[in-house]
């Protein structure tokens, strides 16, 4: 008995190795499954995840707020097909994703490329501190709004007194929406970035109504911050990739100050 004692504790350590490899290898095809899952819900390189807002608002808004967003909305595309709930699953998966290609053309702006300095309203750099995601009232459009606590401004809004601290309404287009049979679905755009909650950016921000306080985040502009970095947010701007952060700061100062109009 005592001559196979050292064989059975041998036996008993293989048979744990074995249970514990098979646990690894199964969390680290969790994790890739995640990793994977996050990939399909990122629009852009830098983005970060959309966030997730529901079909059927269950929250009321003040009434200014709610007048405001519905003259807002207007903008949007009430002509684009509309919205519906796919049901539980799309082909067995409770989660998919709708990406849209957008075609545009560019104007005679003199701005460098990924610094739209003239054809902005604010130019500033924020904390982004939290997220809804809406459906428009006709329920064919999907935005997020994003609060900003601005940590400092490098082009000021004429119409207002933007300040180190203050808070602002920047939207972009896409988010997550959750339907009432569960389904989520992912609306995003090809190679837009969406913010994410908690990091820092330089934006670019438009006042697309000039009475409302709300502003729009420009496309193929935003510049992640972070270790002293800068990554751009949208892919179309990503020669400043990895660039230093204070030295894309100052090629935006640059172009403020070398014409950049209201």
Request: a neutral charge; aromatic letters at 8%.
């Amino acid at each position: 008995m005592l001559k196979r004692l050292p064989y059975l504790m041998l036996m008993l350590f293989l048979a744990i190795l074995a249970v514990s490899l098979r646990a690894s290898a199964g969390q680290q095809n969790l994790q890739q499954i995640q990793q994977q899952k996050d990939r399909l819900r990122k629009p852009s390189r830098h983005s970060g995840l959309p966030v997730l807002g529901e079909f059927k608002a269950n929250e009321t808004e003040p009434p200014q707020d709610e007048e405001r967003r519905q003259i807002r909305e207007k903008r949007y595309g009430d002509h684009l097909p509309p919205i519906t709930d796919p049901g539980p699953t799309i082909k067995g998966q409770t989660e998919s994703t709708r990406v849209t290609f957008i075609d545009y053309v560019t104007g005679n702006s003199t701005d460098p490329n990924g610094i739209p300095a003239s054809v902005s309203t604010a130019v500033v750099v924020g904390t982004i501190l939290s997220g809804k995601c809406f459906v428009n009232k006709a329920h064919t459009f999907v935005y997020t709004d994003y609060q900003v606590r601005i940590d400092q401004v490098l082009k000021l809004d004429p119409t207002t007194n933007l300040t180190v601290g203050d808070s602002v309404t920047a939207s972009r287009d896409g988010g997550a929406i959750h339907f009432p049979s569960g389904h989520v679905t992912n609306f995003l755009h090809m190679g837009q970035g969406l913010p994410e909650v908690g990091s820092q950016y330089v934006l670019f921000l438009w006042r697309s109504i000039p009475n409302l306080p709300e502003y729009e985040i420009i496309i193929n502009s935003g510049y992640q911050l972070k270790d002293g970095r800068a990554y751009a947010l949208d892919d179309a701007n990503s020669g400043y990739d990895n660039s230093d952060a204070n030295v894309l700061i100052g090629k935006i100062q640059t172009a403020i100050a070398g014409g950049a109009r209201p």
